[in-house]
């Protein structure tokens, strides 16, 4: 069964404290992996998509990897207004752009 | 630009009542829209995926007669929640492919609609 898990649930860091957000997937036929921002309220918001293992993009203070098995979001410095939900998605190739969630991990990052 | 955008941010109605919810992409057009649910602290939940002129696709376990969906335009498509209960109450997001994108890539999201069932 396909599924994506998301670690930790919640993270909070302090202004400053760099930190990584995980997410493992068991899907077959990947073909994309996508992370977004959610703010309380509100729709999630495109960050990445990455594709293939090995791959990296960068925003800022965001930086997102990917392996065979699951992807990493590094903040690096993050300050509160990063204190967001970040939510992964994966795209299998036989599903027209069907995106499966994970949970997302809460970040609350202090002054 | 990509801009997706829903109508009403946030609506409140009585038990038994029907509620219509809009999606509109404001700056491309979308064969394709996906409408989602996502509770408190729950992740997003597709429901159905919506596909211009046709009829929606529904995932498993969710009621097609209940929740409504019309794609009648490239740019429209309405979630009407029909006799709603107050477990209907949830957050509602859209979201939307640009035609153009021949790889089924990227979603655009809605900013989302606040239901409330009392």
């Known amino acids: 069964e396909d599924q994506v898990t998301q670690s930790p649930e919640a993270l909070r860091l302090q202004e400053g404290e760099s930190s990584s957000l995980n997410c493992s997937y068991t899907?077959?036929?990947?073909?994309?992996l996508f992370w977004y921002r959610q703010d309380p309220g509100k729709g999630p918001e495109f960050l990445f998509t990455?594709?293939?293992a090995g791959e990296e993009k960068e925003k800022e203070r965001l930086k997102a990897t990917l392996t065979k098995k699951e992807s990493f979001l590094h903040i690096t410095a993050p300050k509160p207004e990063d204190s967001a939900t970040y939510l992964c998605?994966?795209?299998?190739?036989?599903?027209?752009?069907?995106?499966?969630f994970g949970r997302g991990t809460q970040l609350t990052v202090w002054p | 630009g990509a801009v997706v955008s829903q109508h009403p941010s946030w609506v409140i109605c009585k038990s038994g009542t029907s509620v219509k919810i809009e999606c509109r992409s404001l700056?491309?057009?979308?064969?394709?829209m996906f409408w989602y649910r996502q509770f408190p602290k729950q992740s997003l939940m597709l429901m159905a995926t919506?596909?211009?002129?046709?009829?929606?696709?529904?995932e498993q376990g969710v009621e097609k007669d209940k929740f409504l969906i019309n794609h009648a335009s490239l740019t429209l498509s309405t979630l009407t929640v029909t006799s709603a209960h107050p477990e209907d109450s949830s957050f509602y997001i859209c979201?939307?492919?640009?035609?153009?994108?021949?790889?089924?890539?990227?979603?655009?999201f809605g900013p989302g609609t606040r239901l409330t069932v009392l």
């Open positions: 979201s939307a492919r640009d035609s153009r994108d021949r790889g089924y890539n990227e979603q655009f």
């Open positions: 899907v077959s036929g990947l073909r994309g």
């Open positions: 990455l594709y293939s």
């Open positions: 998605a994966v795209k299998r190739g036989s599903t027209l752009g069907r995106l499966y």
């Open positions: 700056d491309f057009q979308a064969t394709t």
């Open positions: 919506s596909n211009e002129g046709s009829k929606a696709t529904y």
